[in-house]
């Protein structure tokens, strides 16, 4: 019953619904279009809101507190991509850049599923540690890093020396990370004083700009549908039960290590992500023999709107479950 009430508040939410018609218009070839420029502006909006208001949050708090959820979600980063490139060469049968490109997105995150899951838990009033930015931040890079590492491993061909020089260039200095992890300096310098006075722009609004940002998001994954024929039914179910899988293991492991049932929940949902905005623009440079039908069907396509619709409600019953709250 409560996985029910939960599936129920998550295919409810103006967020889940702006994705379901993004998806829709896309199906009926509407000329509903987002202008470049806007996606970026709420991309940047995003990720700076999350970074600014969980730095704001960091304030006052020890490293004894923090500490114990950072090693696990970077801990969590770095081990997921080695099992699913050696279960994506051997039992969905890719070639080891597919496999390399692939295991790169799904040990990183994703910004707008963790966006999700917050507006989520929130809206059933659950309170969640105001560190758990920090948690997005350190998973985004060291998954794209081992991916990369494990094909150049088999021997295949990924990049020049200089492409690879580039691509930790790219990562460290990206938009995500350097908006996210900026963010947090700010909010940690400023404290709750200093961010009242931004409060009106980067507060009250975000729910709404994360319901605009998720229309668009639903546009771009109707229009990626169709490589569904191209995935195969390997990559489909490969693409659906590891989110879960991992979203059981990052629940454990955030009860292990000391978060709540909301911080939990959270370091679940990023666990069972995936990433197509950082690793994407990564793997382009460092494989660029992998397949893109592959990798953005598999994490935008396919587990990301799995994630918004069933598996943030999900994961969040199965923490219940473990607190037995």
């Given at each position: 019953m409560e996985l029910l009430q939960s599936l129920s508040t998550s295919l409810l939410s103006p967020m889940v619904l702006a994705?379901?018609?993004?998806?829709?218009?896309?199906?009926?070839k509407s000329d509903l279009r987002f202008p470049d420029e806007l996606y970026t502006a709420l991309t940047i909006y995003l990720l700076f809101a999350i970074g600014l208001k969980g730095g704001m949050k960091l304030d006052g708090m020890s490293l004894s507190v923090v500490g114990g959820p950072l090693v696990a979600a970077v801990t969590l980063s770095a081990v997921i991509?080695?099992?699913?490139?050696?279960?994506?060469?051997?039992?969905?049968?890719?070639?080891?850049?597919?496999?390399?490109a692939i295991a790169a997105h799904y040990g990183s995150v994703s910004a707008v599923t963790f966006s999700a899951v917050l507006a989520f838990l929130e809206m059933g009033k659950v309170p969640v540690e105001g560190f758990v930015p920090a948690l997005l931040a350190v998973m985004e890079a060291p998954a794209i890093i081992v991916g990369i590492f494990l094909v150049m491993r088999t021997g295949s061909q990924a990049s020049r020396p200089g492409d690879v020089k580039k691509l930790f260039h790219d990562l460290l200095t990206g938009k995500g990370i350097l908006l996210l992890l900026g963010g947090l300096a700010i909010g940690l310098l400023c404290g709750?004083?200093?961010?009242?006075?931004?409060?009106?722009?980067?507060?009250?609004?975000?729910?709404?700009?994360?319901t605009l940002f998720l229309l668009e998001v639903g546009l771009v994954t109707g229009r990626r549908l169709h490589d569904l024929k191209t995935a195969g039914w390997r990559l489909v179910a490969f693409s659906v039960i590891m989110p879960v899988l991992h979203g059981l293991l990052g629940a454990v492991a955030g009860k292990w290590c000391g978060l709540g049932l909301g911080g939990a929940t959270v370091l679940a949902t990023l666990a069972a992500s995936a990433s197509y905005i950082a690793a994407p623009a990564a793997v382009r440079i460092a494989l660029p023999q992998a397949s893109p039908a592959l990798y953005l069907t598999s994490s935008l396509a396919i587990t990301f709107p799995f994630n918004i619709v069933l598996g943030i409600p999900l994961y969040h019953a199965f923490a219940k479950f473990l607190f037995n709250a």
């Open positions: 994705f379901t018609l993004g998806l829709f218009a896309t199906l009926v991509p080695v099992w699913c490139f050696y279960l994506l060469k051997s039992a969905v049968r890719l070639a080891p850049a597919d496999a390399g709750k004083k200093g961010f009242e006075q931004v409060a009106p722009l980067f507060d009250a609004p975000f729910k709404g700009v994360l």
